[in-house]
Nanobody, 117 residues
Framework: VQLQASGGGLVQAGGYLRLSCAAS????????MMWFRQARGKERELVAS???????YYADAVKGRFTISRDNSVNTVYLQMNSMKTEDTAVYFC????????????WGQGTQVTVSS
C-alpha cells in the first residue's frame, strides 16, 4: 500500500494550494481518506476527511477555506486550500482508514506547506 502526497510548497498568506494524494495497492473506494497536519512543536491534527460514501468533516480552523474531495476513478484525494493563513504552515499527511475502524491503517509521507506573511 502506498499513499503519495504532493502539491505542498511556499505560498503567501491569502493564497492557495492544492494537495493531492494518490493511492495504490488498496481498494480505494472502500477507504475513508483523511488529511492531517503537524506544525512544528505541535501535535498532529485532523484537518479534513471524506468517507467512502462522500460524508465530509472539516476541522473548525479550516471550515470555509479548505475543500476535500476524492476521485475514485484515479484513486486520489485532494485538499484545496484557499485563503491560507500563516497558521496553516505544517507538514500535511494523507491517510486511509477502513470503515468501522478508529485510526488510519495507511499513511502518506507528508508534504510541507509553508504560508508566509
Amino acid at each position: 500500500v502506498q499513499l503519495q502526497a504532493s502539491g505542498g510548497g511556499l505560498v503567501q498568506a491569502g493564497g492557495y494550494l492544492r494537495l493531492s494524494c494518490a493511492a495504490s495497492g488498496v481498494t480505494f473506494d472502500r477507504y475513508g481518506m483523511m488529511w492531517f497536519r503537524q506544525a512544528r512543536g505541535k501535535e498532529r491534527e485532523l484537518v479534513a476527511s471524506i468517507n467512502s460514501s462522500g460524508w465530509i468533516y472539516y476541522a473548525d480552523a479550516v471550515k470555509g477555506r479548505f475543500t476535500i474531495s476524492r476521485d475514485n476513478s484515479v484513486n486520489t484525494v485532494y485538499l484545496q486550500m484557499n485563503s491560507m493563513k500563516t497558521e496553516d504552515t505544517a507538514v500535511y499527511f494523507c491517510a486511509a482508514k477502513r470503515k468501522f475502524t478508529a485510526d488510519p491503517q495507511h499513511w502518506g509521507q507528508g508534504t510541507q506547506v509553508t504560508v508566509s506573511s
